[in-house]
């Protein structure tokens, strides 16, 4: 009959143990969060805080945002000096205006009739010598005014095909580009520095803490507001140096705490390759049963969220 009693005491032990294994161990941890400090890299007022002090935020989401007035103005000098630049640039390639071309092209179609003419002329004068109607002066003449016409249509073609090139020689319009280029990039600059006046979120997670109010200066790098992100939660634990061995990358392991209402999976990911207490110089039993390794797991993503960090746990291998 005293047997029976005690068989119907345990029952109900076990089931509030879990029913695990008498021989896995139980190991203490808690939960370690990993959080990300948010910071702008430029000083200022801040100017209004998005994501207050427990509220939930998704990646890209705005945190806070620091007063960029006078990078705004900068940024607004930088882009006029592009444009500036850039029709400096586009002014030079161009040809000359186009009134000027077609005039020059008008003295090209004279230039080319008088020489005709000329050519005209001087093949009449050359047969009529020929004939000794005319003396040789006369066809000197018409030779004289033949070459004339020559020069001046090639005159002409010259002009024209100077007006129909750039504006600019080719190293002005290279020094040109490269201002235009200068501009552009300090454009760039003043752009990345308005746009990180904005911190947004880098991954969905929780805004655990803030530290500045809006209309506070906040110094360049300075910290305004702490994410803990969703994957970013470990299962922290320590194992004595006489159970290491039993703990290896990749493990499966299963955690318990105060209010869960199912275990808590893990895989380990980390085991600390140094004791956590630096040892005596001689090594006893009693010394060695002291040791303990910090030994990391990550949690299972849907759990994760329901984390909170120093939450304590009592951990155990469930994996071989």
Same mark, same amino acid.
Do not use: M, W
């Given at each position: 009959m005293k047997l029976l009693r005690c068989l119907i005491a345990c029952v109900p032990a076990c089931f509030l143990a879990g029913c695990h294994n008498d021989d896995a161990p139980i190991y203490q941890g808690y939960v370690e969060g990993e959080f990300l400090y948010l910071a702008a890299p430029?000083?200022?007022?801040?100017?209004?805080?998005?994501?207050?002090?427990?509220?939930?935020?998704?990646?890209?989401?705005?945190?806070?945002?620091?007063?960029?007035?006078?990078?705004?103005?900068?940024?607004?000098?930088?882009?006029?000096?592009?444009?500036?630049?850039?029709?400096? /640039?586009?002014?030079?390639?161009?040809?000359?205006?186009?009134?000027?071309i077609?005039?020059?092209?008008?003295?090209?179609?004279?230039?080319?009739?008088?020489?005709?003419?000329?050519?005209?002329?001087?093949?009449?004068?050359?047969?009529?010598?020929?004939?000794?109607?005319?003396?040789?002066?006369?066809?000197?003449?018409?030779?004289?005014?033949?070459?004339?016409?020559?020069?001046?249509?090639?005159?002409?073609?010259?002009?024209?095909?100077?007006?129909?090139?750039?504006?600019?020689?080719?190293?002005?319009?290279?020094?040109?580009?490269?201002d235009l280029q200068a501009a552009q990039a300090q454009t760039a600059q003043r752009r990345w520095t308005v746009e990180r006046k904005t911190v947004s979120a880098p991954a969905a997670g929780v805004i655990a803490d803030t530290w500045y109010r809006p209309g506070e200066w906040v110094p360049a790098g300075t910290s305004v507001a702490s994410?803990?992100?969703?994957?970013?939660?470990?299962?922290?634990?320590?194992?004595?140096?006489?159970?290491?061995?039993? /703990?290896?990358?990749?493990?499966?392991?299963?955690?318990?705490?105060?209010?869960?209402?199912?275990?808590?999976?893990?895989?380990?990911?980390?085991?600390?390759?140094?004791?956590?207490f630096t040892p005596p110089v001689i090594y006893s039993r009693n010394s060695r049963e002291k040791l303990v390794f910090r030994v990391e797991a990550a949690p299972a993503r849907e759990q994760a969220t329901e984390l909170h960090p120093g939450l304590p746990l009592d951990v155990r291998l469930t994996g071989k």
């Open positions: 430029q000083a200022g007022y801040l100017k209004s805080l998005d994501s207050p002090r427990g509220a939930r935020v998704g990646e890209g989401q705005a945190v806070f945002v620091v007063a960029a007035d006078p990078d705004i103005d900068a940024l607004a000098e930088a882009e006029a000096r592009v444009d500036s630049a850039r029709e400096k /640039v586009e002014n030079l390639k161009e040809p000359r205006r186009q009134p000027e077609a005039a020059l092209e008008a003295n090209l179609r004279s230039a080319r009739a008088n020489l005709r003419l000329a050519e005209t002329r001087l093949e009449r004068q050359q047969s009529l010598a020929r004939e000794n109607f005319v003396s040789q002066s006369a066809v000197d003449e018409a030779v004289s005014s033949h070459d004339q016409a020559l020069a001046q249509v090639e005159a002409a073609q010259q002009q024209l095909s100077t007006y129909q090139d750039t504006l600019g020689r080719k190293p002005e319009v290279r020094s040109a580009e490269a994410l803990l992100p969703d994957d970013r939660r470990r299962l922290r634990f320590y194992v004595p140096e006489a159970d290491l061995s039993r /703990v290896r990358i990749g493990q499966a392991v299963e955690a318990s705490c105060d209010g869960c209402a199912a275990p808590i999976r893990g895989t380990i990911d980390f085991i600390a390759p140094q004791a956590e």
